[in-house]
């Protein structure tokens, strides 16, 4: 037997082993669309090889990116935003006074998800200093709107109160 041709053989067969174990594949260039999406090149475990990073189109799953695939936060995924309220808009309808002690405020839920709320006033003297601030959670429908009194809370500074300054949004209670 010639021993050259042996080698040469044997080393052909080793490149080509090597190759295969570390994910290089010679068929899948390009940056094309498609099913295919980049290719080409050597793999590794330690690579991102999630969608958002490959250029073109089409998604490209690789054997070793299973642990990682789909957990992207971009995309048309299903998430929470579908069952957790936005915050809902805030109306004053009436300051407080002596003879009612509270701000009357609208709390519109424009959600398809009904939420608890919380609605915030700023009750101010003539200066337009704060007097005091008092919170009330209030309970909205979806799609709907709700009138809430927010109490001023001690009778000594309903008598200062000029002026009531609801926070323009209500933060969902989450």
């Not at 915030?120 to 200093?129: A, I, K």
């Amino acid at each position: 037997m010639n021993p050259r041709g042996n080698t040469l053989r044997l080393t052909a067969v080793s490149a080509l082993v090597v190759l295969t174990l570390t994910g290089f594949s010679t068929g899948r260039g390009g940056s094309g669309g498609g099913d295919g999406g980049g290719g080409g090149g050597c793999s590794s475990s330690d690579q991102n090889h999630d969608s958002s990073s490959s250029s073109g189109g089409g998604s490209h799953r690789d054997h070793d990116d299973d642990d990682d695939y789909g957990t992207s936060g971009s995309g048309g995924g299903s998430g929470d935003a579908s069952t957790s309220p936005q915050d809902a808009t805030v109306e004053l309808v009436s300051c407080a006074s002596e003879a009612s002690p509270y701000a009357t405020v609208e709390v519109t839920n424009r959600d398809s998800v009904a939420g608890v709320f919380t609605v915030t006033v700023t009750f101010e003297d003539t200066t337009g200093g704060e007097v005091v601030s008092q919170s009330q959670d209030v309970d909205v429908p979806a799609n709907d709107t709700a009138t809430v009194r927010v109490n001023v809370g001690d009778s000594r500074d309903v008598t200062r109160v000029a002026e009531c300054d609801p926070d323009l949004y209500a933060p969902a209670v989450r």
